[in-house]
């Protein structure tokens, strides 16, 4: 979903708008209390693999929209040149999969899901 807006803006070279700070901001709320308060993290019980899962989402979509951030400085305030956003797009991209290997290295999902 995402990426195709992050395609768009240099296919088209035009801006877009991915999700807004504000529905990051209410998207990390709602994870952090059905994690943080029993009650509400039903679903975690039942099906113990969407933790990792929807942490996975989460992190993704962090680093996709800081690189719709940066296509959107080329292509819409003219900030910086095109082949400069697509290196940071690119880079903004690697730097979260990166932090998710290590993570998961570290904190491997079987150990989670037996954890609980």
């Known amino acids: 979903m995402e990426f195709d807006v992050l395609?768009?803006?240099y296919k088209l070279e035009s801006p877009r708008g991915g999700l807004t700070l504000w529905a990051m901001t209410?998207?990390?709320f709602l994870l952090f209390l059905s994690y943080r308060y029993p009650r509400l993290g039903w679903l975690?019980?039942?099906y113990p693999v969407m933790?990792?899962?929807?942490q996975m989402f989460?992190?993704?979509l962090v680093g996709i929209e800081a690189a719709i951030f940066f296509a959107n400085l080329w292509a819409d305030?003219?900030?910086i040149g095109k082949g400069t956003s697509i290196v940071l797009s690119i880079i903004s991209i690697?730097?979260?999969r990166v932090y998710l290997s290590y993570w998961y290295s570290k904190y491997p999902i079987s150990y989670k899901v037996h954890k609980m």
């Open 7 to 9: 395609r768009e803006i």
């Open 77 to 79: 305030k003219q900030l």
């Open 26 to 28: 209410f998207l990390g």
């Open 58 to 60: 989460f992190v993704t």
């Open 44 to 46: 975690y019980r039942r």
């Open 51 to 54: 933790i990792p899962l929807l």
């Open 94 to 96: 690697l730097v979260v």
